[in-house]
């Protein structure tokens, strides 16, 4: 007679992913050690034990809409398997594409504020400089802000988003943004908002007695 441990899921991250599957799932809970297999519905992954209190398996491709995802024991056998608390996890069309960036270049310093145009986007997305992962500013499925972090030395980078952040989900657009000790960049401006004629403050790097400021195009007093 052999003893199986009652495993319990308590939590998954992330809880959504591509259609096209790929990524990686987290499953965290206790009395994992000895699962090997996730379950989405009826598909099933190899799962990856990192401890007795996690696992991770990456996620097949699935249509959209919500499955349940379940963890199999060693004994291979789905009646008696399956967890008897089987989380959620949900698929999406997560296709994110990146068309244009502006300012398409920055200071070492980091803090550019850069409006980027595409598609895909969503809440909780994220923006990749190189390998440099930073949060988003939602406006729309088509149009986010990211601030640039900092870098070491000039060079240039592509600028990605993935609404899963971590390595997945990436788009591959090749949109570069160049970083340059010489760069004039803005990190912020005081007030945000003023009637016309008011005189605005702005932060940033690399100005001098010739800088110009631009407001939607249009060169200020």
Partial sequence: FTYHYNHLVR???????????????????????????????????????????MVQCVAPDHLVGTVSL???TE??????????????????IMNTRVDSIHPSSGGLVGGTKVTVRG??????SFCKFGENEVPVVYYSPSHIAC???PATSDST?????????GDEGYSANGVMFAYGSDTTSVNRIDPTWAPEGEEI?????????????????????
Avoid at 157 to 165: C, H, M, N, P, W
Wanted: charged share 15%; net charge negative; proline share 4%.
């Fill in 157 to 165: 980078v592509a600028v990605e988003v993935s609404q899963l952040g």
């Fill in 75 to 92: 004994t291979g056998n789905p009646d008696t398997s399956f967890v008897s608390n089987p989380s959620e996890y949900t698929y999406k």
């Fill in 119 to 124: 598609d895909g986007f969503s809440m909780g």
């Fill in 201 to 221: 403050t702005v932060y940033g790097a690399n100005f001098d007695e010739d800088s110009l400021c631009f407001f939607g195009g249009q060169m200020a007093a």
């Fill in 147 to 149: 601030f640039s972090p």
């Fill in 11 to 53: 939590d998954v991250y992330p809880t959504l992913g591509s259609t096209a599957g790929g990524n990686t799932v987290v499953v965290v809970g206790s009395g994992l050690a000895s699962v090997t297999n996730c379950a989405f519905d009826s598909e099933q992954a190899l799962a990856k034990v990192i401890s007795d209190s």
């Fill in 70 to 72: 379940s963890l199999l």
